[in-house]
């Protein structure tokens, strides 16, 4: 192989790396906050609630594929504003996941986490129409985005009925 060719593809994977990064960019609020773990497992939950450890394997999973996703709309090009806004709506809705664990735990407010994945669904799914449109596999990974967090509304929803009275 050529000195060019190992060159492009050394670029092409810093991109990639960089895209997973950016995609981990959510995790660093909850880092900062306080998470009482006593107040969560105070609450009365719904059926079908996991291990705290599988939300960590598959939100580790699903930050690396959004990553895997966001590169393979970049290799397309960020000519055309079709592509640019691909990005500003996958870029949006980092800045969003973001702010649910600090939301939703560090303020103890089960409402507020409701309103965040609302605002968050939506903007996941024209995030999911764009990139369907450039790259279909980076489509489909939203898509796999889209089905967790429907389920993570469910438990949110669930979490809200189930402890009304502590809610208001």
Known sequence: MDKKKL????????????????SYLPVLPAMFVSMPRQWYDSLAKPPGVPPGWVFSVVWV?????????????????????????????FLAQL????????????????T??????SILLVLVAITGF?????????GLIIILY???LCYAFYLNLSIWFMNMPAVF
């Open 146 to 148: 889209l089905a967790w």
């Open 112 to 117: 507020g986490g409701i309103i965040v994945l």
């Open 61 to 89: 999973s699903l930050y690396t594929l959004l990553g895997c996703a966001a590169y393979l709309v970049w290799s397309r090009g960020l000519i055309s504003e079709f592509r640019k806004e691909a990005t500003g709506f």
């Open 95 to 110: 800045v969003l996941n973001a702010l649910y664990s600090p939301v939703f735990f560090g303020l103890q407010s089960i």
């Open 130 to 138: 764009y990139f369907w449109v450039i790259q279909k596999t980076a």
């Open 7 to 22: 060159r492009r593809q050394a670029y092409r994977l810093r991109v990639l790396f960089t895209w997973i990064l950016i």
